[in-house]
């Protein structure tokens, strides 16, 4: 059984802040890394932020210094904290989890939608 649950999303003004949580059903043992990826309408899915099991992150250059992301292990849980939030930044985010198997998987998805 593998599976991943997201929350944390919904509508805020710009400047404001959320946190995502993504929740992974297998051990965090057996992840090899945790990342979040979204999409807008009419756009492909990016990258926005991953964390490897040796703690290495990455960020796209959009939301560099603005969003954190953070592990978990005794939950294996993976957050992403957004502040000082734009109207760009409005998409739907994606949880996602590669195995030391191999398998990458998805989470459903929650959208994050910032207007005034």
């Known amino acids: 059984q593998v599976q991943l649950v997201e929350s944390g999303g919904g509508l805020v003004q710009p400047g404001g802040s959320l946190r995502l949580s993504c929740a992974a059903s297998?051990?965090?043992?057996?992840?090899?890394?945790m990342g979040w990826y979204r999409q807008a309408p009419g756009k492909q899915r990016e990258l926005v932020a991953r964390?490897?099991?040796?703690?290495?992150?990455n960020y796209a250059d959009s939301v560099k210094g603005r969003f954190t992301i953070s592990r978990d292990n005794a939950q294996n849980i993976v957050y992403l904290q957004m502040n000082s939030l734009k109207p760009e930044d409005t998409a739907a985010y994606y949880c996602?989890?590669?195995?030391?198997?191999?398998?990458?998987?998805w989470g459903q998805g929650t959208q994050v939608t910032v207007s005034s």
């Open positions: 996602n989890v590669v195995y030391y198997s191999g398998d990458s998987i």
């Open positions: 297998r051990s965090i043992f057996e992840i090899y890394a």
């Open positions: 964390i490897t099991s040796g703690s290495s992150t």
